[in-house]
């Protein structure tokens, strides 16, 4: 059951992870000339899909983070710097990419990042298997966000 303390808790996660989210979205709205590179596959999602399903998963991640942290398992602490950590190759995963449009760099880069991603999902997981599931939903659009990558190469 959430109480006072814990709502106010579960709203600072998702505001931390949501803020970072839409911060990305000003860089990438900046450098909109970047997502194109992205869309030259015909898989690319519009621009406007592609911010929201960011935003989403930021939620979420909030969401999750916030379930981790609300473990008694010593475990967190591991599972909750795994997140810290890929949050930062996130955020500087965008900067690459849309900003200095490093292209073959941002993939490298991104491949560093899916494996903090892949560490987070079976940390979370064996902290929290809801908390694990629902961020194979970032892991899966991780992964397709890759592939627009690679065949942007």
Request: net charge positive.
């Amino acid at each position: 059951m959430l109480n006072k303390n814990n709502v106010k808790a579960l709203l600072i996660s998702i505001a931390v992870s949501l803020g970072t989210g839409l911060f990305l979205d000003l860089i990438m709205l900046l450098n909109a000339k970047s997502y194109s590179n992205l869309q030259e596959s015909v898989l690319s999602p519009p621009m406007w899909l592609f911010i929201s399903v960011w935003n989403v998963l930021y939620i979420l991640m909030g969401v999750t983070a916030y379930l981790v942290s609300k473990s008694r398992q010593e475990e967190k602490f591991i599972g909750l710097s795994i997140y810290i950590i890929q949050i930062i190759f996130n955020i500087l995963w965008f900067v690459i990419i849309f900003k200095y449009k490093k292209l073959l760099f941002a993939f490298v880069w991104f491949i560093m990042l899916w494996i903090l991603i892949i560490a987070m999902v079976h940390s979370f997981y064996k902290i929290n298997k809801k908390a694990g599931l629902i961020q194979v939903l970032y892991l899966l659009w991780a992964t397709f966000v890759g592939c627009l990558i690679f065949f942007s190469l």
